[in-house]
């Protein structure tokens, strides 16, 4: 009964700790505005102040960075599967090839943002701002963009099979070799 009981805390331990930040990672974040390809995974930065933060292909997976001012941010290539980012701004942020699989956006300011190749796959956009984005290339297979404003993003060659985009405002939104929800690819404003 012993050993069960250490092999069960061992466990614990061992799990929590592949799931964890790291705490060196956090303390550079916030002495430098800077942590490139750091570990942040599960991090609670709820209501952070990370205005111009670089954390270009940072590990953020399953972070909880609902209402952070990440404003002109850079995400690039970031991993920020399943991150909580409810009513985020996001304003100017860089996220070319980030990875928000999964991810919780509704009510983000993803304005102006610049998403290119973004992998939005089952992320959840309801109700967000993403005027004037640039998501060029991205991946929003199944993603749910319920009454999202999207006027004016760009969505060229982007891929919306599966998404939910009702009550989603397109007005000017470029549709050039977009792929709709219906799995039709669409070309206006080309």
Known sequence: MKHLSLLIAF????????NAFDPADLQRLMDTNYCRTCDL???????????????????????????????????????LQGA???????????????????????NADLADAYLEGAYLKGAY????NLNGAILQYADLEGANLNSANLNSANLNSANLRGA??????????ILCNTTMPDGSVIDRGC
């Open 11 to 18: 466990l614990i331990t061992a799990g929590s700790q592949v």
């Open 41 to 79: 995974s599960n991090v609670n930065l709820v209501n952070g102040y990370l205005k111009g933060v670089d954390l270009k292909g940072a590990n953020l997976k399953g972070a909880k960075l609902h209402f952070a001012f990440l404003r002109y941010a850079d995400l690039e290539g970031a991993a």
């Open 84 to 106: 909580n980012l409810k009513g985020a701004k996001l304003h100017f942020a860089f996220l070319w090839y980030a990875n928000l699989e999964g991810a919780y956006l509704r």
């Open 125 to 128: 956009l309801g109700f967000a």
């Open 164 to 173: 939910n985009i009702k009550g989603a405002n397109l007005k000017g939104a």
